[in-house]
């Protein structure tokens, strides 16, 4: 089977790991049905910091083609990503395409390959933030409505896909298979241990953990200006580190805003395993990041979301993560109730015991097994 994998940006790489290692025991245990995976890397997330130490640390195969789109709008962007990808699958021929998340690189990918007729796995499938007002939002509705096989990593986003009418179309097939930054987390944290010295050298284990990187906070001045301004307030009472997302930077540089102050650590976007290393010793964590409240969920973490919404709402239903928007007083009181809650990871099974990325990987093969060479639905010249 030959599988093209489209991946552009930072979450993409850390749940692409998990699926590349359960292809790599897949064709060891099985060398006479073997899955070839061709990665493609679109641009999107071009800073060295947000893309090349992932490939470096995190066991990922070179991507085979890289398309280097970056720095664009989001009309633009998907645009050149859908065009380049368009000659890339109608030269390779895929048998089918796996994207992952929700950023502009999933949905270029999905309609690049649904216009094709190439089957599309979408990893991730069914998460919904119920704001369209949200790219993000936008970007995975669209791709669910392309994918045939859709990855849910929880009962909530079979739930959401349901409502939505998916499963009446006849060729999709809809699995909760857990979530696959459960898999890499696994993997990789008994050997984060000290990547992140540098950053909290001289921080008594238990400082605050932020990061800010969303569009509708960096884009909107005055709420950038508020949030940060609560933030310098809460750190002169207990000190807080910032990897700060190149977005965040751009952002508070056109506003005129110094991020370093009294209690604010500033470093630069970090690796997998130094963010690891950092959760691990953090006594909270404050994000508007998807990925990073299920990762501080992973390893014990109390978390305050700045959003007025969460599409992990099993971990707030669990009273692991709190919502608190963006007002000063809610975000104040969040932090108040969150600070020193216990977590425990092992109260929610839903996210699967660390085999999401195998479950995924028997799917697609044993659908590639079932399929004659005239059965399989590539038409290279099918669009009008």
């Known amino acids: 089977m030959k599988l093209i994998t489209i991946v552009g940006a930072r979450p993409q790489f850390i749940k692409a790991a998990a699926v590349s290692r359960a292809i790599a025991r897949h064709n060891h245990r099985h060398p006479e049905r073997p899955l070839r995976e061709i990665i493609v890397h679109s641009g999107q997330h071009h800073d060295a910091n947000m893309s090349e130490v992932f490939f470096q640390e995190m066991e990922i195969p070179r991507p085979d083609h890289t398309l280097g789109i970056h720095t664009l709008g989001h009309g633009a962007m998907t645009g050149r990503m859908l065009e380049s990808l368009e000659t890339l699958l109608r030269n390779e021929r895929p048998d089918a395409v796996l994207v992952y998340g929700d950023t502009n690189t999933t949905l270029a990918g999905a309609l690049a390959a649904v216009k094709l007729h190439i089957p599309v796995a979408h990893v991730e499938a069914g998460l919904r933030s119920f704001n369209r007002a949200m790219p993000e939002e936008i970007n995975r509705i669209l791709t669910d409505h392309c994918a045939t096989w859709l990855f849910c990593p929880t009962p909530t986003a079979v739930e959401n896909l349901t409502r939505e009418g998916v499963p009446q ?201 079932s399929q004659s060479v005239n059965q399989k639905v590539y038409k290279p010249h099918a669009i009008a």
């Open 169 to 369: 179309r006849p060729e999709v097939f809809i699995q909760h298979c857990g979530d696959v930054m459960f898999d890499t987390i696994r993997h990789f944290a008994p050997k984060a241990e000290g990547a992140a010295i540098r950053h909290r050298q001289g921080l008594a284990a238990g400082y605050w953990l932020c990061t800010l990187h969303r569009a509708e906070l960096t884009d909107d001045p005055n709420r950038l200006r508020q949030v940060f301004a609560t933030l310098q307030e809460l750190a002169r009472e207990h000190p807080l580190i910032l990897p700060l997302h190149p977005r965040t930077r751009q952002a508070m540089e056109r506003l005129g805003i110094d991020p370093h102050s009294p209690g604010i650590r500033i470093t630069p976007p970090v690796g997998y395993l130094e963010m690891l290393d950092l959760l691990k010793h953090a006594g909270l964590v404050l994000t508007d990041s998807g990925g990073l409240q299920k990762e501080a969920f992973f390893m014990g973490k109390g978390c305050v979301t700045l959003r007025e919404e969460t599409e992990w709402t099993e971990l707030v239903s669990a009273g692991c993560n709190l919502l608190a928007g963006f007002s000063p007083d809610a975000l104040r009181q969040a932090v108040m109730t969150m600070a020193g809650r216990r977590v425990d990871p092992t109260t929610l099974t839903i996210f699967g015991q660390g085999e999401s990325s195998d479950r995924i990987v028997a799917t697609l093969t044993a659908w590639n097994a």
